[in-house]
């Protein structure tokens, strides 16, 4: 498997291609054993702006009331989105700006214990890891209308 | 189709198959917290992931 490929085979889907749903709550947490590549949309145009930082914190991190099927799964509470290709995430920054204004390129590098599901939307990856190792892994920031 | 609600910290806090359901979902936790309608948003994509429509907003219910 190559670089920033993550197999959807073995994952758990139901028929729709919907990883999670509030009758579906059991999901893959796959180790992140070879490098990945993912993109999140982050509050900030470089590594060090403090809203990068904080855009790498779940919603528990944040101390936010679990919403949705988060009051019954702790580990989307505690994932973070990410998404498999540029476009997707900067379209949907394009649409809800508040999401934030940039998308970083994360390579998610193994021996930090990430670990990523196929959740939601075909493109759509939850990613649980350490923000401080999160950031550390950005290896470009770009702003989300630069394709 | 999918049907993800994200918030605006940009986390998914829930996704269905179901447009119905996701717009429901949506509703009860608007209904439950009016002051986060601005913070929570339906996404509906194809089968590809693609966004054909969205951010969604649920309109809190007047206080009569």
């Avoid at chain 2, 359901?21 to 509906?44: G, N, T, W, Y």
Wanted: hydrophobic residues 45%.
């Amino acid at each position: 498997m190559g670089r920033g490929s993550v197999p959807v085979t073995d994952t758990i889907r139901d028929r729709s291609g919907s990883g999670v749903s509030a009758s579906d709550l059991d999901l893959l947490a796959r180790h992140i054993a070879e490098p990945v590549d993912l993109f999140r949309i982050v509050k900030g145009a470089t590594r060090g702006a403090p809203g990068v930082l904080g855009s790498l914190r779940s919603n528990y991190e944040r101390d936010a009331t679990p919403r949705g099927v988060e009051r019954e799964s702790v580990l989307l509470h505690l994932g973070l989105s990410m998404f498999v290709t540029f476009d997707a995430a900067a379209d949907r920054a394009l649409r809800w700006p508040a999401l934030g204004t940039h998308i970083a390129l994360v390579r998610l590098e193994p021996g930090c214990g990430f670990h990523v599901a196929e959740t939601g939307a075909l493109v759509h990856r939850t990613v649980w890891g350490r923000p401080l190792q999160l950031l550390a892994c950005i290896a470009d920031i770009l702003p989300v209308g630069a394709t | 189709m999918n049907y993800s609600l994200f918030a605006s910290t940009g986390n998914m806090i829930d996704s269905f198959d179901d447009e119905a359901e996701a717009r429901a979902a949506l509703q009860r936790i608007v209904a439950l917290e009016p002051e986060s309608a601005d913070e929570i948003a339906l996404f509906i994509s194809d089968d590809a992931g693609a966004v054909i429509e969205g951010p969604i907003h649920a309109v809190p219910a007047a206080v009569s």
